[in-house]
């Protein structure tokens, strides 16, 4: 059974510090791992890709994957007010074109 | 460049009818695939559609069934309605990879909220 586990939260940050979220998965098949944001009522906007392991950084978000860990991290560097979301953890299986197993997300509340 | 684009965007259903849902996928993306997101969970997986076959399916019956147009636009249909498919249907385009194994990032549309009574 494929599974990514998160940690549903809240996790609650005041604002500039740093947001760090995390996820586990099962399955060592998944060469490939995505973070999507998402906000209430909408649907999920990709932030992040990380196929590789060690860390990708864009802009104010940093992904780490650590594939003999099986861990998958997201790192929100001087978060703000507008980040507040909850965060989708997905990896990738089936091959070069397959389906997402998510997570079932953390929210994330990022206070002024 | 337009998004993914689906319709309709909330739908309001009674046990054991029938419902489809439809999705365009962006511009340059020939592969459509299927989420269900329920209250409070994460999307799972329904199924996929490329060349206009189902290329691979998530654990969800047989009373989820799909198509995929020519024009790589795509239906989900779902059959005897229960209470139970109250949720939000994500479609998700990508690009096939057109060289070896790699991934091509999912990109999803707003959805279609569907609310059985």
């Known amino acids: 059974q494929k599974e990514v586990e998160q940690n549903s939260g809240p996790l609650s940050v005041p604002e500039g510090a740093i947001a760090s979220l995390n996820c586990t998965y099962s399955?060592?098949?998944?060469?490939?791992f995505f973070w999507y944001r998402q906000y209430s009522g909408k649907s999920p906007e990709l932030i992040m890709s990380?196929?590789?392991?060690g860390d990708k950084e864009d802009g104010r978000f940093t992904a780490q994957l650590n594939k003999a860990s099986q861990y998958v991290s997201l790192l929100i560097r001087d978060s703000q007010p507008s980040d507040s979301a909850t965060y989708l953890c997905?990896?990738?299986?089936?091959?070069?074109?397959?389906?997402?197993?998510f997570g079932k997300g953390t929210k994330l509340s990022v206070k002024p | 460049d337009a998004g993914v684009t689906q319709s309709p965007t909330h739908l309001i259903k009674t046990r054991g009818q029938q419902v489809t849902l439809r999705c365009s996928p962006k511009?340059?993306?020939?592969?459509v695939s299927w989420y269900q997101q329920a209250l409070g969970q994460g999307p799972q997986f329904i199924f996929q559609?490329?060349?206009?076959?189902?290329?691979q399916r998530g654990n969800f019956p047989d009373r989820f069934s799909g198509h995929q147009f020519p024009n790589y636009s795509s239906e989900l249909n779902v059959n005897a309605l229960l209470l139970g498919d109250s949720a939000l249907y994500l479609c998700?385009?990508?690009?096939?990879?057109?060289?070896?194994?790699?991934?091509?990032?999912?990109?999803f549309g707003p959805g279609t909220r569907l609310l059985v009574l």
């Open positions: 998700a385009s990508s690009r096939r990879p057109r060289q070896g194994p790699s991934w091509e990032t999912q990109y």
């Open positions: 399955d060592r098949g998944s060469q490939s």
């Open positions: 990380i196929y590789s392991n």
């Open positions: 997905a990896g990738g299986y089936g091959g070069s074109q397959g389906n997402l197993i």
């Open positions: 511009s340059g993306h020939d592969t």
């Open positions: 559609y490329y060349e206009e076959e189902e290329r």
